[in-house]
């Protein structure tokens, strides 16, 4: 390795990004990703060390889950000390929910972990996965007097470099896949890379990095709409596997003011299962007792998700059950920010 050059580690995890088509076929296969500088040559241009590392059997994101979140963070923690940023290849469809956890698995991160992806294969023409990647080197490498300047887990798509659990991914189709609604981009990529160093988040660095790796899945995530039926939603709610309930609710969190359901969040929370109430809206805050609708939950119990997506709202809770935190305090560090994950 040169000296003084930034240490970049790459991550592969699976994804479109790190597809090729068979020529044959015109299927599409993951390569190996010891042979990057083969496939993107521009990559040693790079002022950095750049070093691969990928799992043995990549996935489809669409099968992401707290095992791998964990795969993930054990190597990045395993070669913390060797690497001056983390570069990790992720599908992204559920890019965003893997970049929430992490931001929560990692306490006084001081590097980089930075996710992308790609809409097309890297070895498509039109192929917006080495801008993507190189992009994202480029953002890990970044340095002042010394320390990296990113200190935090992002996400990087189409010359924006957002919070990673401030992100949604809200098209299927454009390169402009992601969006941060609730949070401005940290940095972006034009003729210059302009950094919104106000923006970036200040962990204390001077703490040791912990790496936190307990996740509770078995929770819910319950999607009001008119004419939600109380014989659909009880047993779901009274099941005794449930451990905490994400609601996603109407505008400024709003819900039906109905006996049964109002009778029925009450009757949870009693039972000491936390219910985080989040907006459908893709932007915009939770503001309980704004409306009328809203003043009974605040009354009863229901935590406030505030402005937080609800991609970093259930990896949150996840995160939160698995460090087993106590239901007196649960709510004030729920809605407490941790990793700048909600204002």
Not at 27 to 35: M, P, R, T, Y
Not at 298 to 320: N, P, Q, R, Y
Request: charged letters at 20%; glycine letters at 6%.
């Amino acid at each position: 390795m040169a000296v003084n050059q930034p240490n970049i580690l790459l991550v592969y995890t699976g994804g479109t990004i790190g597809m090729i088509k068979d020529p044959e076929t015109g299927a599409l296969k993951s390569f190996d990703f010891k042979n990057l500088l083969e496939r993107i040559p521009e990559l040693k241009l790079l002022d950095c060390n750049i070093e691969t590392i990928s799992f043995d059997d990549p996935i489809d994101s669409s099968n992401m889950n707290p095992k791998y979140w964990v795969q993930i963070a054990e190597i990045i923690e395993g070669e913390y000390h060797n690497f001056d940023g983390f570069v990790v290849l992720h599908g992204s469809d559920t890019m965003s929910y893997s970049a929430s956890a992490l931001s929560f698995m990692f306490e006084n991160l001081a590097k980089p972990i930075i996710f992308t992806g790609s809409q097309l294969p890297i070895g498509d023409l039109r192929t917006d996965a080495k801008e993507n990647l190189i992009t994202s080197i480029q953002m890990a490498t970044l340095q002042r007097a010394g320390k990296p300047v990113i200190r935090e887990v992002g996400l990087y798509f189409e010359y924006k470099l957002y919070r990673g659990n401030r992100t949604t991914k809200i098209n299927a189709e454009h390169f402009e896949a992601f969006e941060s609604l609730n949070y401005p981009h940290l940095a972006e990529s034009g003729v210059h890379l302009n950094v919104e160093y106000d923006d970036l988040f200040k962990p204390n660095t001077r703490k040791k990095l912990v790496v936190h790796k307990r996740f509770e899945t078995n929770i819910l995530l319950v999607k009001l709409f008119p004419g939600i039926s109380e014989t659909i939603l009880r047993p779901l709610f009274d099941s005794t596997a449930v451990k905490g309930i994400v609601l996603e609710t109407y505008g400024a969190g709003n819900t039906t003011t109905e006996v049964w359901f109002i009778d029925l969040l009450k009757q949870t929370i009693k039972r000491n299962i936390p219910i985080i109430n989040v907006t459908q809206c893709s932007g915009g805050s939770v503001l309980m007792g704004q409306y009328e609708t809203s003043t009974q939950l605040k009354s009863i119990g229901v935590i406030s998700g505030k402005d937080i997506t609800t991609e970093a709202a259930l990896a949150k809770l996840m995160f939160m059950l698995g460090e087993n935190v106590s239901i007196k305090t649960f709510k004030t560090i729920f809605e407490t920010s941790l990793r700048g994950e909600m204002s």
